[in-house]
């Protein structure tokens, strides 16, 4: 697996994110499974548990 993978990410309101560059300024991130989301859709499936609001 190659060691040197990027996270683009271009969630403006995280603290974590670098608009500029569309870039997580994090090692590395939490992906976690959505509350009742067996739904199939990877929208409905799993989100980032890093998440901060920068507010």
Do not use: F, P
Request: proline content about 0%; aromatic content about 8%; some cysteine.
């Amino acid at each position: 697996m190659n060691k040197n993978q990027t996270i683009k990410c271009n969630v403006s309101s995280c603290m974590y994110n670098n608009e500029t560059s569309e870039l997580c300024n994090l090692q590395q991130i939490w992906v976690c499974a959505c509350k009742n989301g067996n739904t199939g859709k990877a929208e409905d499936e799993s989100m980032c548990d890093s998440y901060r609001s920068k507010y």
